[in-house]
T-cell receptor, first 116, second 115 residues
């Protein structure tokens, strides 16, 4: 069965600190997709990144980077030099193919507070 | 272009009443999804449409919940005989196709409160 675990419920950092958000997933499929979304206080989920199960290359986009490790079923997200605007809830999600389409399962989220 | 829109943004109703929540997807997106998000939780899948048909409705919690997308664009989530436990934010998302690779773009949600 699918499962996404974000063990960190809340993280609080001071501006300019680096912070890593953990995501561990469970799946029996060999083909699947992983996502990170940001949900700022306004409430609208914002897509950050998509990664397929065959691509373990790490990715960097500005201050954001992602580390995908199939051996440990983890897809961690690091924010470098955090800023107050990074304060939000971050969700990791897993998508698998199903007959008729696919299903996406979200983790419970990690609330990040960045203090000035 | 315009993103996913949802109306109303807030809905307060009494236990036992019927409600309809509306979702306007991004123009040209064939796939549409409904999720429910309770406080402190991640979005929980409800139903997924590919075009006009419900490709997967396995997330609907019971037969009080129903969704339609008659013309393959706008979708309506309908909840009969609402219960207090139905209180949550209902999120709609759309994607260009219906593949697991497709990025889902989310609307701002409808906050439903059942008194």
């Amino acid at each position: 069965a699918q499962k996404v675990t974000q063990a960190q419920t809340e993280i609080s950092v001071v501006e300019k600190e680096d912070v890593t958000l953990d995501c561990v997933y469970e799946t029996r499929d060999t083909t699947y997709y992983l996502f990170w979304y940001k949900q700022p206080p306004s409430g609208e989920l914002v897509f950050l990144i998509r990664r397929n199960s065959f691509d373990e290359q790490n990715e960097i986009s500005g201050r954001y980077s992602w580390n995908f490790q199939k051996s440990t079923s983890s897809f961690n997200f690091t924010i470098t030099a955090s800023q107050v605007v990074d304060s939000a809830v971050y969700f990791c999600a897993l998508s698998e193919a199903r007959r008729g389409g696919f299903k996406t399962i979200f983790g419970a989220g990690t609330r990040l507070f960045v203090k000035a | 272009g315009a993103g996913v829109s949802q109306t109303p943004s807030n809905k307060v109703t009494e236990k036992g009443k019927y409600v309809e929540l509306r979702c306007d997807p991004i123009s040209g997106h064939t796939a549409l999804y409904w999720y429910r998000q309770s406080l402190g939780q991640g979005p929980e899948f409800l139903i997924y449409f590919q075009g006009t048909g419900a490709a997967d409705d396995s997330g609907l919690p019971n037969d009080r919940f129903f969704a339609v997308r008659p013309e393959g664009s706008v979708s309506t989530l309908k909840i009969q005989r609402t219960e207090r436990g139905d209180s949550a934010v209902y999120l709609c998302a759309s994607s260009l196709g219906g593949q697991s690779t497709d990025t889902q773009y989310f609307g701002p949600g409808t906050r439903l409160t059942v008194l």
